[in-house]
């Protein structure tokens, strides 16, 4: 097994043994690529949504948020296309007995080739001292030959999507010589297509008109407010809306523990714009969204950009930010120049103008769209599995430690009497009531100093204040940081400042 896969093995175990997530229902065996948040868990990924939400909305004085019902009117989903659209195209090996995504596969294959382009641009950029990337990609026949191939099979992909035909996509399997991963065999079966949407009934009786869906995205929760937000706010073009929330999706192939779920977390900003301008934003929130991720400081590479070849009907320009998950680069957040086709669909479908009345040039107008979505499981998942670490330290011994970013660790302070008494814990607890209006905070008076900085080690706790003898004398105590594992003795009145320097979002906040 390579380490990757054993690290990625450590991070659900560890999830699971210190109380960041669950399997649902798991006394009835669980339910298939549904996940629950425990104590820790849900700590942290609150404070991953309100780094979001604060780094969108609290530090853009032109964007507001709001909170959309996930219910909706059926009416909805026909004019975003989902009704119609939003639909996987699955293939089953008849071997392994395994469902696929057609897309994906093919999306794997050309992966593959584009690896092969990278390696020689790694080796010949080694070789020779002058290396023009641009020139070399152009002219070296080997990569001319992958780029052609990347190219043909793309330009027939999206040919076979947009004509809907789904025989041509098998074709495009079988020509490629593409295997099962399981069974290692090209016995495909047909390619289908299959709606993610879940519907339900509204109300008792169940007929058609009754059918309304769970939200797919929460982005047309927005869209159907524009006007709403657009007028009761005064706002002026251009501006955003966010919103954070849940969405479902009948994932067919739902694998790699929380990366695909059925039920999972979104975090869009709709960016409305004056037509012809949409490029400028787009630019401006691609760059904007890769600094916030590389703020958390789990390390510029591990982040890089993938253009979209085909584009969505709806967009005229689109990307991924893609994130070297353990299992590899992978997608972690969409950035989508969506023209004005949200809006200009609403209006058909509603019937109600959707447009922006300029007061200066007295001209209205549909604005485009500029949408940032990112999905909160994706980014918990990626920032678990890059804190969770095993070190060696000094004393020979192995400790696991979650290098969170301070301001995001679930338990910010735990707060550890020596021994259970001669007033130790009466002074350990006007700590934690100091702090606790501000901080998760955590009091522990078992086990033995060492195992307790462990425990708070293993679930991310960047300070530890030790209370001994010392602390009753002169009122003073140790702090411990996490990472450094170093001690320093701090008088009690300066407990409130340093803790602020160390581990408020502020902080973090301002280092966008
Ligand atoms: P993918 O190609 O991986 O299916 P997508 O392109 O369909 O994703 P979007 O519709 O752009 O995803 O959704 C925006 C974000 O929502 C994604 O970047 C991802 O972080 C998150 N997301 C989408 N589907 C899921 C899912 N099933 N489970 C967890 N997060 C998801």
């Not at 289908?192 to 309304?212: P, W």
């Not at 979104?266 to 630019?283: A, D, H, I, L, R």
């Not at 485009?368 to 599995?385: H, K, N």
Request: hydrophobic share 35%.
């Amino acid at each position: 097994m390579s380490n990757a896969e054993d690290h990625f093995k450590n991070v659900i175990s560890h999830s699971k043994e210190y109380g960041f997530i669950f399997q649902s229902s798991e006394i009835y065996d669980g339910l298939s690529a549904v996940y629950d948040y425990g104590q820790n868990g849900a700590e942290l990924k609150k404070n991953l949504r309100d780094y979001w939400w604060k780094a969108m909305v609290q530090l853009h004085d032109n964007i507001v948020g709001i909170d959309a019902a996930i219910f909706m009117h059926p009416t909805t989903w026909k004019a975003s296309g989902h009704v119609d659209a939003f639909n996987d195209p699955l293939i089953d090996n008849k071997d392994s007995k395994k469902r696929y995504r057609a897309d994906v596969l093919i999306e794997e294959h050309v992966a593959k080739i584009e690896d092969k382009i990278r390696k020689e641009v790694e080796k010949a950029a080694k070789r020779f001292e002058n290396f023009d990337q641009k020139l070399f990609l152009q002219t070296n026949p080997r990569v001319v030959e992958y780029a052609e191939k990347i190219n043909s099979i793309n330009s027939r992909f999206k040919k076979a999507m947009e004509d809907g035909n789904l025989d041509e996509v098998k074709q495009i399997i079988l020509d490629l010589e593409i295997v099962c991963p399981i069974s290692g065999t090209r016995n495909w079966t047909d390619v289908r297509q299959f709606n993610l949407m879940f519907a339900t009934q509204l109300g008792s009786v169940s007929d058609e008109s009754s059918t309304i869906y769970l939200r797919p995205e929460t982005a047309q929760g927005i869209f159907v407010n524009f006007l709403n937000v657009q007028k009761t706010g005064r706002m002026k073009i251009p501006f955003g809306i966010a919103q954070t929330g849940k969405a479902f999706r009948n994932e067919i192939v739902a694998r790699q523990f929380i990366f695909r779920m059925r039920e999972f977390e979104q975090m869009e900003m709709q960016y409305f714009v004056k037509p012809g301008t949409e490029m400028e934003s787009y630019e401006y929130w691609k760059n904007a969204r890769m600094r916030w991720h590389q703020s958390l400081g789990f390390g510029e590479n591990r982040y890089r950009f993938h253009n979209h070849l085909k584009l969505a009907h709806y967009a005229n320009a689109a990307c991924d930010i893609e994130f070297e998950f353990p299992f590899g680069f992978k997608e972690l957040e969409g950035i989508h120049s969506r023209t004005d086709f949200d809006l200009k669909n609403h209006e058909e479908f509603s019937g109600k103008k959707l447009r922006f009345f300029d007061p200066e040039t007295k001209e209205s107008y549909i604005p485009y769209v500029v949408e940032t979505s990112v999905g909160l499981d994706r980014l918990f998942l990626a920032t678990l599995a890059t804190a969770l670490k095993t070190e060696k330290i000094e004393d020979g011994s192995e400790r696991t430690v979650l290098n969170l970013p301070h301001a995001l660790a679930p338990v910010k302070v735990a707060v550890l009497p020596l021994v259970n008494k001669d007033g130790l814990p009466e002074l350990a607890q006007k700590i934690v009531d100091e702090l606790k209006f501000d901080y998760q905070v955590q009091c522990e008076e078992k086990d033995t100093i060492g195992k307790r900085y462990r425990r708070q080690d293993a679930i991310g706790t960047p300070l530890c204040i030790t209370i001994d003898h010392q602390a009753i004398e002169d009122g003073t105590v140790t702090i411990r940081e996490r990472d450094s594992m170093t001690q320093e003795r701090v008088p009690l009145n300066a407990i409130k400042k340093i803790v602020d320097e160390r581990v408020s979002l502020s902080s973090l906040l301002k280092k966008l």
